[in-house]
């Protein structure tokens, strides 16, 4: 410091070392224990990713040809060409009504079994099941149990229901079984868990003062569980969203199930037009991104306060 | 449906004459084994549920297990070739060793990584905190495809495509954030005071890490690695963007058969691979369950107090 000035704040150097005033501000040595998982971010996540926004204006000479947009003839393909766009709505409508069997079907489920029974431990253990399957078990299994000449079938025209097979496989309906299979445990296991957060005595409470128990659930057990729902839904969505094995293996990959993931890995893997595929990608996180948006509105008008409880 | 420990019950016997339905004969505590409608209706969804799970499981093993299965309840004969030849035409035992050495090294890189930077999100104020965690939830939001593809057009580029080297690459990136956010919260439950404790004492911060924090962290590092081990091990969707014939996982080689040209691999050999696939998997989620939950195996929620 040389003259030092009147106005004193920022001429009165501090005696204390730079070192130490960083610390004062939460700096020092030990955040470099930050710097692996950061340099791991930026090199397989935030370059990769902003590479392929780049790539989406890139579109190659014949895709360009056909729309003459410049930069933006990838977007434009995206949204002109019904093929394309078509698979956004084939995706919705899997993955809409697949989240929300799982999410409605688990909160009747996680109702009942709420409550400690001889074999609670054990079903919840058989509910990791499908996690063992995994997708291509579960795809192969569909097919031979729920094919044609499938014990499925099979049992349903002894027993005389049916007359002709059902074609549950190769189709819409296969693929919804998939998600459903692989997506309720989970959603169960969630819900279950918000619900254990809720403390009981709330709805003791409810009882006392002559709830009856659709009462009690509209109005004291649902509001506290709306934001546990909430998540449930969102991750439950996104794990149907980004469905690619089971809509190639159990459905019908050129027509009814022909989703995003499908399109974007075609466009990746075997027209290797790279500038496409990053343009479905992303399209398809922005897509899924509008519905996560609509779900946390909707949450944010809800109650959010303690459930009282452990959760 | 259990009925309660014999607890000295505080609360005063209902008034004789306010009971006049079924109950009156119960104790108190006690519930009716008679069950209502809609718990009737649960466990008829449940039964369905697994009904469907299970005779998935069992047509697969008995496919696998059968010689030819057309048009009757159960294969005419049953040998054990199909898995003898899905060893030798697919190289299991060299799927099988990608499989392991992919999870290990994901797992290793991920805890070795992720641990740090949970120790210091859990304890630590600073700038940009906010930003920081954020960035390390993104990839666990996003659809794996939308950031799987420019990553894999990236990994081609630099010429890594097809290579064991991308496959454990492309992993890490779900797994590093999956251990942070699992950790995280584990270690903030760590009492503080213990590590300001063993520094007064005059350890530095290596000794803290080995000698305190080290000891204490391993049920939380075990649960997490077994977690992003089972992610791994089923990970589908950017494995088989980067991988190639030569480091193929176990599930993206079955995807593979199945799909091949000409209509897919013989049934039967696709069904006996499904089968090693899901024993292996099965075999990793019953050590699994003796360290974590069911509940995290599918995402990060506080443990209840159940149990």
Known sequence: MTAPTIAGHKSTKSTASLRHRLAERGIDISLLMLVPALIFALLLFVYPFSYGIGLTFQPSAAIQKQWGAGAFSNYVEFFKDPFVLNSVWLTMKLALPAALFNVLASIPMAFKLRRRFRGKKFLTTLLVLPIALGTVLTAQGLLIFAGRQGWLNRFLEQIGVIHQPLALVNNYLGVFFSLVISGFPFAFLLISSYLSGIDPSIEAAAKTMGANWIQRFRRVILPLLAPGLATTFILTFVLAFSVFPSARLVGDSMGSTRVMAIMAYRAFGEQTDYGMASTIAIMMGLVELVVIAVVLMWRSFLYKGSTGGKG | ?307
């Open chain 2, 1 to 307: 449906m259990t009925t309660q420990t014999s607890q000295p019950r505080t609360d005063p016997p209902a008034p004789a004459d306010a009971v006049k339905t079924r109950s009156a004969n119960r104790v108190p505590g006690q519930r009716s084994l008679a069950a209502a409608p809609s718990t009737w209706f649960v466990w008829a969804g449940t039964a369905a549920f697994f009904i469907f799970l299970i005779g998935i499981l069992i047509s697969v093993v008995v496919d696998s297990f059968g010689t030819s299965w057309f048009t009757n309840w159960l294969p005419e004969g049953f040998t054990a070739k199909w898995y003898a030849s899905a060893w030798s035409t697919f190289g299991m035992a060299h799927i099988i060793g990608v499989t392991l050495v992919v999870a290990l090294a994901v797992i290793i890189v991920a805890v070795a990584v992720g641990v740090p930077a949970a120790y210091i999100l859990a304890r630590r104020d600073f700038p940009f905190k906010k930003a920081i965690t954020l960035l390390f939830l993104l990839p666990v939001l996003m659809p794996p495809i939308t950031y799987g593809i420019p990553l894999a057009t990236v990994m081609y580029n630099l010429g890594l495509g097809r290579t064991l080297t991308a496959v454990i690459l492309v992993n890490l990136v779900p797994s590093i954030p999956f251990v942070i956010l699992t950790m995280t919260p584990f270690i903030e439950q760590i009492n503080p005071a213990i590590e300001n404790a063993a520094r007064m004492s005059g350890a530095n911060m290596r000794k803290v890490f080995t000698k305190i924090l080290f000891p204490l962290l391993v049920p939380g590092v075990l649960a997490a690695s077994i977690l992003v081990l089972v992610r791994t091990v089923g990970m589908f969707d950017l494995t088989f963007l980067v991988s190639g014939p030569d480091s193929d996982t176990l599930v993206v080689a079955i995807y593979r058969a199945m799909t091949a040209a000409g209509g897919g691999q013989i049934r039967q050999l696709v069904s006996s691979m499904a089968v090693v696939y899901t024993v292996t998997m099965m075999f990793i989620l019953i050590i699994a369950l003796r360290f974590v939950s069911p509940t995290q195996l599918v995402a990060r929620v506080k443990e209840s107090r159940e149990d």
